[in-house]
């Protein structure tokens, strides 16, 4: 799956119409007063969110998006129509900034949340408008007002539901493929992954939600070490984070001591990040040197008040029971949107 997270489009309302200049014409009414109709008003660009939507790729072509104008207003007193709308749906978790200015116009957060970035231009007024008692016969109407145009820039912030972190090379990319369809680079070395991968994964019972597997972090990345933490403002709005753990390497690793080192990363790159529901899981327990520690591990978790999932990203081993937690996670808190 190809991941847009910014797209750059135009947005150009409709014109107002018209006032009309007329006088009515009646037969045995000699002097008939002003019966031009006023123009319809322009048609605004809207933006709405669908929880449908994942990325920006929808919005990088065409660029241009113009609402309908308002008709012009006509004899009789006839208002012109007005312009339609025209509705842009974007992704939930997009920002949208004016391109100039870099100012954040809004942040939609929730599912069906509309924001009209441009607003149709008012109609003009017909001349019936403009009578008076002593003016009786004006030959004035107004021109309708242009609509808005600007040059926006949306932003995808949220990338997913679920944030997959922990030290590099323990699995996480091997676990998104495992659990979607996407197809994320997979290798025996730290930092394979450069950029997040997005996967959807499909739960019969449940709605699809979306899992990032973030680049690898390491001790002192809040520091600006290993990839540093940039990326984790992909994660900041994630409803959960799994924690993948991975003791198969190097001078025996301790699964307690990564868990609160990372713990202490994400802190201080954002003490707010610490409230967010994290479940724990140790991989590769496909593998005996890890299978063997397993329970002892997991009993040490258990006395700091943790569950920890045992699972093998590459076997499919436990992954069934660990999406299921994840599954009714998301949506405990689903309806309190992204926070
Ligand atoms: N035995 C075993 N090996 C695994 C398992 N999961 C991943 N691996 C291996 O571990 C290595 C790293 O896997 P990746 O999925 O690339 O790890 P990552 O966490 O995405 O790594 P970075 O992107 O570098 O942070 C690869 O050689 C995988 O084949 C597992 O469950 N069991
Ligand atoms: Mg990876």
Same mark, same amino acid.
């Given at each position: 799956?190809?991941?847009?997270?910014?797209?750059?489009?135009?947005?150009?309302?409709?014109?107002?119409?018209?006032?009309?200049?007329?006088?009515?014409?009646?037969?045995?009414?000699?002097?008939?007063?002003?019966?031009?109709?006023?123009?319809?008003?322009?048609?605004?660009?809207?933006?709405?969110?669908?929880?449908?939507?994942?990325?920006?790729?929808?919005?990088?072509?065409?660029?241009?998006?113009?609402?309908?104008?308002?008709?012009?207003?006509?004899?009789?007193?006839?208002?012109?129509?007005?312009?339609?709308?025209?509705?842009?749906?974007?992704?939930?978790?997009?920002?949208?900034?004016?391109?100039?200015?870099?100012?954040?116009?809004?942040?939609?957060?929730?599912?069906?949340?509309? *924001? %009209? &970035? #441009?607003?149709?231009?008012?109609?003009?007024? /017909?001349?019936?408008?403009? =009578?008076?008692?002593? $003016?009786?016969?004006?030959?004035?109407?107004?021109?309708?007002?242009?609509?808005?145009?600007?040059?926006?820039?949306?932003?995808?912030?949220?990338?997913?539901?679920?944030?997959?972190?922990?030290?590099?090379?323990?699995?996480?990319?091997?676990?998104?493929?495992?659990?979607?369809?996407?197809?994320?680079?997979?290798?025996?070395?730290?930092?394979?992954?450069?950029?997040?991968?997005?996967?959807?994964?499909?739960?019969?019972?449940?709605?699809? *939600? %979306? &899992? #990032?597997?973030?680049?690898?972090?390491?001790? /002192?990345?809040?520091?600006? =070490?290993?990839?540093? $933490?940039?990326?984790?403002?992909?994660?900041?709005?994630?409803?959960?984070?799994?924690?993948?753990?991975?003791?198969?390497?190097?001078?025996?690793?301790?699964?307690?001591?990564?868990?609160?080192?990372?713990?202490?990363?994400?802190?201080?790159?954002?003490?707010?990040?610490?409230?967010?529901?994290?479940?724990?899981?140790?991989?590769?327990?496909?593998?005996?040197?890890?299978?063997?520690?397993?329970?002892?591990?997991?009993?040490?978790?258990?006395?700091?008040?943790?569950?920890?999932?045992?699972?093998?990203?590459?076997?499919?081993?436990?992954?069934?029971?660990? $999406?299921?937690?994840?599954?009714?996670?998301?949506?405990?808190?689903?309806?309190?949107?992204?926070?």
């Amino acid at each position: 799956m190809k991941f847009v997270d910014e797209a750059r489009i135009h947005v150009k309302a409709g014109d107002g119409g018209n006032g009309c200049i007329s006088f009515r014409r009646e037969r045995f009414i000699p002097r008939g007063g002003p019966n031009g109709g006023d123009g319809g008003k322009g048609g605004d660009v809207i933006l709405q969110t669908d929880a449908q939507l994942i990325t920006l790729l929808d919005l990088t072509y065409p660029k241009q998006f113009r609402a309908q104008k308002g008709n012009h207003g006509k004899g009789k007193d006839q208002t012109g129509k007005s312009g339609e709308d025209l509705i842009i749906r974007i992704p939930v978790g997009t920002i949208v900034r004016d391109n100039q200015t870099e100012e954040v116009l809004q942040d939609l957060l929730f599912g069906g949340q509309r *924001f %009209v &970035v #441009a607003e149709g231009g008012r109609g003009g007024r /017909g001349n019936a408008r403009f =009578a008076t008692p002593t $003016l009786r016969a004006p030959r004035r109407a107004e021109k309708g007002e242009k609509g808005q145009e600007r040059w926006l820039r949306l932003e995808l912030k949220l990338l997913a539901d679920v944030g997959l972190i922990g030290y590099p090379n323990v699995g996480k990319s091997t676990l998104l493929s495992r659990i979607s369809s996407a197809r994320p680079k997979i290798a025996d070395y730290p930092f394979t992954t450069l950029v997040p991968n997005l996967g959807v994964v499909n739960r019969d019972d449940y709605r699809p *939600f %979306v &899992v #990032a597997d973030i680049p690898g972090l390491i001790e /002192g990345a809040s520091k600006g =070490a290993g990839l540093g $933490l940039t990326f984790l403002r992909h994660v900041e709005r994630t409803r959960l984070l799994v924690h993948l753990l991975d003791i198969s390497e190097g001078s025996p690793r301790d699964a307690v001591n990564d868990f609160q080192a990372l713990k202490r990363e994400l802190k201080a790159y954002d003490p707010s990040l610490q409230k967010k529901k994290q479940l724990l899981a140790l991989n590769k327990i496909d593998l005996p040197s890890v299978r063997e520690r397993a329970t002892d591990i997991k009993n040490q978790f258990k006395k700091m008040g943790h569950r920890l999932y045992l699972i093998s990203g590459q076997t499919g081993e436990g992954v069934e029971e660990l $999406l299921e937690e994840v599954s009714q996670t998301i949506e405990s808190i689903s309806d309190q949107g992204h926070g």
